[in-house]
């Protein structure tokens, strides 16, 4: 009886040593399928098609910029990662005056640095969407007029508009929002990728001195961005 019982202790030791060594079988598959981090740094260049949503309004289309920058990229998990990136971008507007023949522009210089969530999906060819937000900080800005702006009460026949702006200097000089894309990635190899992407800006700060009592009670920046870039694989 106990030889009996001694046997089936014996058994029961051993399939439970058995379904140990099962389970940490398991765990090590697991544990060698488990994602790599993954870090990469970048360059980036396109264009930019901007305007500002003026308070009172004024017409206008958009205008025509520049962007270039270098970004950094972790992905930590399967389909997620983070983006970090130093842009220089050419923002501002174009004014519409429709028939008349009068033209005014105005560029704003930046340096952008945006801090986006990025959802891919994919392998070698990957589809992602990137969002987060984004400050920027103006490092200069130009007009360009072929009339003397500063003195539109002189001009013959220039047209019935908002002109408020037209003396105002950009100012505050920092500006911030929110920037989401898409795009579409294409892996080289394991260490070199290309993309290319398209993405707009919504700037939640004011471009000119806003508020109720200035003339422009509100100036809020918009922009397209549409870049091309290139991913070097670190790790």
Request: glycine content about 12%; charged content about 15%; some cysteine.
């Amino acid at each position: 009886m106990r030889k009996s019982l001694f046997s089936k202790s014996s058994s029961a030791i051993k399939a439970g040593a058995f379904a140990l060594v099962l389970s940490g079988c398991g765990f090590a598959t697991q544990a060698q399928t488990h994602y790599h981090a993954n870090i990469s740094v970048g360059v980036k260049g396109g264009v930019d098609l901007s305007r500002v949503n003026f308070t009172p309004s004024v017409k206008q289309s958009f205008v025509l910029g520049g962007n270039a920058g270098v970004t950094f990229r972790y992905i930590e998990e399967n389909h997620f990662g983070l983006i970090a990136e130093v842009n220089f971008e050419q923002r501002g507007w174009k004014e519409n005056f429709e028939e008349a023949p009068f033209s005014y522009s105005r560029t704003l210089n930046y340096i952008q640095i945006p801090f986006l969530a990025h959802i891919y999906f994919g392998r070698r060819g990957r589809f992602f969407f990137n969002a987060g937000p984004e400050i920027g900080f103006m490092i200069g800005e130009s007009t360009k007029s072929n009339f003397d702006y500063k003195n539109v009460s002189s001009i013959s026949g220039f047209p019935l508009r908002n002109t408020y702006q037209y003396l105002m200097n950009a100012d505050p000089k920092v500006d911030y929002g929110i920037s989401a894309g898409l795009g579409g990635e294409f892996n080289i190899n394991r260490i070199n990728s290309v993309y290319l992407e398209g993405r707009f800006y919504y700037g939640l700060g004011n471009v000119l001195k806003s508020g109720r009592t200035e003339s422009c009670r509100g100036s809020n920046s918009m922009s397209i961005m549409i870049s091309a870039g290139y991913w070097f694989r670190l790790k």
